[in-house]
T-cell receptor
Framework: DAKTTQPPSMDCAEGRAANLPCNHS???????VYWYRQIHSQGPQYIIH???NNETNEMASLIITEDRKSSTLILPHATLRDTAVYYC??????????????FGSGTQLTVLP | NAGVMQNPRHLVRRRGQEARLRCSPM?????VYWYRQLPEEGLKFMVY????????ESGMPKERFSAEFPKEGPSILRIQQVVRGDSAAYFC?????????????FGQGTRLTVV
C-alpha cells in the first residue's frame, strides 16, 4: 500500500470548515483513499473513502486531485466533538486481496471554541 | 444493528496470567481484524480472521499470542503469560466482505493493564 504524509496537528475554529490534507504521491491506480478518525480512547471510526472522484456523505467531503497524488478531507462545520486524530489510508481493494488497514501517525485536529 | 462489541472494556492482569479478549462482530460480518495500540502510539495490525480461519497473522507476536474466530461465538484474542509490555488498548474491527470496497467497523476496545 502507498505511503501517506499528513501534518501532525491542526487547529480549527468551531463552526468553520476543517480541511485536512494528505499526500500520497506514490499511489497506484487500484488504490483507494480511506479516512478514519479516532476520538480519544475510542475505536477508530470510518469517515469516507474514494478512488478518483470527489465523494460526500453526511460526515464529510473527500476531494482527490486529478493526478490522485493528494487529497483533502473537509469537515464543513467543525464542532468540538470533531476533535480527534484523523488518519488518511491508501490501500488496494480487490476481491483477491485480504489487506488490512495500515494506520500511520495521522493528524491531530483540535477544534477550538 | 448493534456495533462491534468488545469485552471486557478494561482488564487487569498480573504478570504471568492469561488475558482473553472477546470480540463479537456486527451482524452479518464474517471478517474480523485485531489491532493493538500501545500508549501514545498508533494502531498496529495484528491478525485477520475469517470464520474458523486465520487469513493473515503477520502482525502477531510469535510467542504467547493467539487468535481464533470459531464457527459459533465471538473471536478471541488470547495472551498467555502476560508481561508489562502487553499493556495496551486492543481493538477489534469487522467487515462483511474482507474490506473489499467496504469499510471496517471498530469496537470500543479492551484496555489491558498488566501489573
Amino acid at each position: 500500500d502507498a505511503k501517506t504524509t499528513q501534518p501532525p496537528s491542526m487547529d480549527c475554529a468551531e463552526g468553520r470548515a476543517a480541511n485536512l490534507p494528505c499526500n500520497h504521491s506514490t499511489i497506484s491506480g487500484n488504490e483507494y483513499v480511506y479516512w478514519y478518525r479516532q476520538i480519544h480512547s475510542q475505536g477508530p471510526q470510518y469517515i469516507i473513502h474514494g478512488l478518483k472522484n470527489n465523494e460526500t456523505n453526511e460526515m464529510a467531503s473527500l476531494i482527490i486531485t486529478e493526478d490522485r497524488k493528494s487529497s483533502t478531507l473537509i469537515l464543513p462545520h467543525a464542532t468540538l466533538r470533531d476533535t480527534a486524530v484523523y488518519y488518511c489510508i491508501v490501500r488496494v481493494v480487490s476481491s483477491g486481496s485480504a489487506r488490512q488497514l495500515t494506520f500511520g501517525s495521522g493528524t491531530q485536529l483540535t477544534v477550538l471554541p | 444493528n448493534a456495533g462491534v462489541m468488545q469485552n471486557p472494556r478494561h482488564l487487569v492482569r498480573r504478570r504471568g496470567q492469561e488475558a482473553r479478549l472477546r470480540c463479537s462482530p456486527m451482524k452479518g460480518h464474517s471478517h474480523v481484524y485485531w489491532y493493538r495500540q500501545l500508549p501514545e502510539e498508533g494502531l498496529k495490525f495484528m491478525v485477520y480472521l475469517q470464520k474458523e480461519n486465520i487469513i493473515d497473522e503477520s502482525g502477531m507476536p510469535k510467542e504467547r499470542f493467539s487468535a481464533e474466530f470459531p464457527k459459533e461465538g465471538p473471536s478471541i484474542l488470547r495472551i498467555q503469560q502476560v508481561v508489562r509490555g502487553d499493556s495496551a488498548a486492543y481493538f477489534c474491527a469487522s467487515s462483511p466482505r474482507g474490506m473489499v470496497d467496504t469499510e471496517a467497523f471498530f469496537g470500543q476496545g479492551t484496555r489491558l493493564t498488566v501489573v
